[in-house]
Nanobody
Framework: QVQLVESGGGLVQAGDSLRLSCVASGRTFRPYAMGWFRQAPGKEREFVAAIYWRGGGTSYADSVKGRFTISRDNAKNTVYLAMNSLKPEDTADYYC????????????????WGQGTQVTVSS
């Protein structure tokens, strides 16, 4: 059973940066991909970014391209989301998830989820 724990969220002003971390438990962790999703109040959960665990290729939502960077440290079972030039519309709970299916931009492909970390961006 995989357990994911996110950290790094907080309250920042527009234009600031945050770096989220997600640590997976266990000695062996071999997902197909790791992803970040977010959910704002009253809205559905949406895809933010994903990274292929083995090859390191990445995918981003159009809304965060050029601003967010996903990365991973396989040896530490850790995924990061560096968020720059934050906007108020980035305010949401951010969730880390582990995928074991091909379609990495849909939450249905992810079997394990963290409890989330809150990001609030003030204007």
């Amino acid at each position: 059973q995989v357990q994911l724990v996110e950290s790094g969220g907080g309250l920042v002003q527009a234009g600031d940066s945050l770096r989220l971390s997600c640590v997976a438990s266990g000695r062996t962790f071999r997902p197909y991909a790791m992803g970040w999703f977010r959910q704002a109040p009253g809205k559905e959960r949406e895809f933010v970014a994903a990274i292929y665990w083995r090859g390191g290729g990445t995918s981003y939502a159009d809304s965060v391209k050029g601003r967010f960077t996903i990365s991973r440290d396989n040896a530490k079972n850790t995924v990061y989301l560096a968020m720059n030039s934050l906007k108020p519309e980035d305010t949401a709970d951010y969730y880390c998830a582990a995928a074991y299916r091909i379609l990495i931009a849909t939450p249905e492909s992810y079997d394990f989820w963290g409890q989330g970390t809150q990001v609030t961006v003030s204007s």
